[in-house]
């Protein structure tokens, strides 16, 4: 078991303050504006989400929009969640086989397709994984519809588009013909002003609704966009491929609360 490392920081770390906290992110001014409940019968059309890992209460609203759109098009049969890796501990991309717990209770990790994966550049490193948030706070937003949810966490450390597309090929043959959404976890812009946080995040944002993993990676480069998740974007845009990509919601730190200088967050899902 991987035992929760941010709860209680970043979310409530209490079963009933979370499951409102949650709520809360739904019905939040920047949030969908409605509690969705989980559709069994969707046309399930979403392969990809870009989705923020702050705490819940600046971009939890933002990560309710991708959400409620999972919830709505219905649950896959797994999750690959991938995120980056902010302590620099462990493996440059790395899976862990464990579960991973919250709050909610404990999250079953796809033992079978972590195997799989864990080939190439993908190490098992669970070290990579003990402390990182980004992979941890997506959890919660899955287990409120569904406790029988399966995942596999996939920690990058690595940035360069060579390596997301490693990454990329490996999930995509590893998950087959199975029925699999992949959730890149990333913040955007850190500590800039709101002005030119939007400026430079729409350049980034309008790299991932073009499908356009290179792109992307030269556009971070080259406008030093400080995007902390633009590896696991690439990697899932080159392992879902997908036709179409679309922004459910972008906003900043500072739309939460006045401040000078803003974190970036956006929701986006691929068909």
């Known amino acids: 078991m991987r035992y929760a490392s941010v709860a209680g920081q970043f979310y409530s770390g209490t079963e009933t303050a979370l499951r409102k ?3 809360d992110c739904y019905t939040h001014p920047l949030g969908p504006g409605r509690i ?4 069994a019968s969707g046309k399930r059309r979403i392969r990809g989400l870009v989705s923020p890992h702050a705490g819940y209460m600046f971009s939890g609203p933002v990560a309710a929009h991708g959400f409620a759109a999972l919830a709505e098009d219905g649950f896959p049969e797994v999750f690959v969640i991938l995120g980056p890796n902010h302590h620099g501990l462990g493996g440059g991309v790395a899976v862990t086989t464990h579960d991973f717990e919250t709050p909610l209770g404990a999250m079953k990790n796809d033992r079978a397709l972590a195997e799989s994966m ?9 070290l990579a994984h003990r402390h990182e948030h980004s992979i941890e706070v997506q959890l919660p937003f899955i287990q409120y519809f569904s406790g029988d949810a399966r995942f596999v966490p996939v920690c990058m450390q690595a940035q360069d588009h060579r ?10 043959d590893a998950i087959g013909g ?3 959404v992949v959730i890149a976890s990333t913040d955007f812009s850190h500590y ?3 002005e030119l946080a939007k400026e430079k995040d729409t350049l980034a944002i309008e790299r991932i609704l073009a499908l356009d ?5 030269d556009t971070v480069r080259k406008n030093r966009i ?3 998740g633009f590896g696991p974007v690439m990697a899932m845009l080159e392992a879902v491929g997908g036709s179409e990509a679309e922004l459910l919601k972008y906003a900043n730190s500072g739309d939460v609360r006045p401040m000078s200088e803003v974190v970036g967050y956006a929701s986006i899902i691929v068909r």
């Open 213 to 217: 993993a290179k792109g992307l990676h």
């Open 192 to 194: 800039i002003s709101p």
């Open 21 to 23: 906290e949650i709520e």
């Open 163 to 172: 390596s997301a597309v490693q990454v990329g090929k490996i999930i995509r």
């Open 36 to 39: 969705p409940k989980l559709n």
């Open 178 to 180: 199975r029925d699999a």
């Open 226 to 228: 400080t995007m902390c």
């Open 118 to 126: 864990r080939t190439g550049i993908v190490e098992d490193s669970m």
